[in-house]
C-alpha cells in the first residue's frame, strides 16, 4: 500500500516557487499602484484648487477696476462707506474676513485640505482694451511636506461702470481685497 502526501522536498519547492511568483507581482503591481495613488491624489487636489478658485474669482468678475497697493489689512476700513470682501491664506487655509478689521473665518473645515498647505498668488492684471476687460491670473499652489501640486486659473473681469457701487480688487501680498 502507497502512502498519499507530500513529502518535505515537495512542500518546500511549491512554497519556494509561491514565494517567488508572489514577489514577482508585487515588483509588477507596486509601481502601477503607486501611480494610481498620485493620479487620484492629482485629480483630488486638481478638485479642491478649482472648488478654492472658484471661490475667489466669482467676486472678481464683476469688478471694475484692478489696483495693486501695499496696504495692511487693518487698512481697509468702512469709513467712506465702501465694503471689502478680503481673502487671505492663515496657516495654510484660505479663510474670509467679515471686515478687514476682523477676524478671518475659515471656508472650509482642515479636512478639506488633507494635510496640504494652500498658498494664493495672483499674477498682474492684463488689460484688453478691445473687449473692455481685465485677466488676472490665480495660481493655487498646494504643499505637503515638500510634495508641490499647482493649478492656475485665468480670471475674466469685465470692467463695468456700477455708478455708486464701484468694485476694486486690491492685489497685495498675504491677501486678496475685493471692494463691493
Do not use: H
Not at 98 to 103: C, K
Amino acid at each position: 500500500m502507497k502512502k498519499r502526501g507530500f513529502t518535505l522536498i515537495e512542500m518546500v519547492l511549491v512554497v519556494g516557487l509561491l514565494t517567488t511568483l508572489v514577489i514577482g507581482l508585487t515588483a509588477i503591481f507596486r509601481p502601477m499602484i503607486a501611480t494610481f495613488q498620485k493620479s487620484a491624489l492629482q485629480t483630488d487636489l486638481k478638485d479642491k484648487a478649482q472648488i478654492l478658485i472658484e471661490q475667489i474669482s466669482k467676486p472678481m468678475q464683476t469688478a471694475k477696476s484692478l489696483v495693486s497697493e501695499k496696504k495692511a489689512i487693518t487698512e481697509f476700513k468702512d469709513e467712506y462707506g465702501r465694503n471689502f470682501l478680503v481673502y487671505s491664506v492663515v496657516n495654510g487655509q484660505l479663510q474670509v474676513w467679515d471686515s478687514p478689521g476682523g477676524t478671518p473665518k475659515p471656508l472650509y473645515s482642515s479636512d478639506f485640505y488633507n494635510g496640504y498647505k494652500v498658498d494664493v498668488k495672483l499674477s498682474t492684471a492684463t488689460k484688453d482694451y478691445d473687449s473692455d476687460t481685465t485677466t488676472v491670473k490665480i495660481v493655487l499652489i498646494f504643499n505637503k511636506n515638500g510634495e508641490k501640486y499647482r493649478a492656475e486659473s485665468a480670471v475674466e473681469c469685465m470692467n463695468i461702470d456700477y455708478g455708486r457701487q464701484d468694485f476694486s480688487i486690491v492685489l497685495s501680498e498675504g491677501y486678496i481685497a475685493i471692494e463691493r
